[in-house]
């Protein structure tokens, strides 16, 4: 299972994203939606989740207070809004189904999609 980020592009640093993950045909749903990102020259690391209800959330500590996460049960898509971007938060974002508290990865990467935060 693949599942595809959009909403990715360039702002200045303090600024505003909103990234998208649509969630479509067998998406594991059993399983929580991660958001993990990749920063050039560094591995690909966890960011944040929500459960597969929906009731729960988490962040790493580098975005917390900054991030969240959000899920449109209507439209089938999760959302990751992030607040107050930091150079350090450059990298290509991804999402996928991950198992909870594990952060480990169930299906495959899909495209993911880049954010640049310039200083």
């Known amino acids: 299972v693949q599942l595809q980020a959009s909403g990715g592009g360039s702002v200045q640093a303090g600024g505003s994203l909103r990234l998208s993950c649509e969630l479509s045909?067998?998406?594991?749903?059993?399983?929580?939606t991660g958001w993990f990102r990749q920063a050039p020259g560094k591995e690909r690391e966890f960011v944040a989740a929500?459960?597969?209800?929906?009731?729960?959330?988490y962040y790493v500590d580098s975005v917390k207070g900054r991030f969240t996460v959000s899920r449109d049960s209507a439209k089938n898509t999760v959302y990751l809004n992030m607040n107050s971007l930091k150079p350090e938060d450059t990298a290509v974002y991804y999402c996928a189904k991950t198992q909870w508290n594990v952060w480990s990865l169930r299906g495959s990467w899909g495209q993911g999609t880049l954010v640049t935060v310039s200083s």
């Open positions: 929500i459960s597969w209800s929906g009731g729960s959330t």
């Open positions: 045909g067998r998406t594991l749903s059993s399983y929580a």
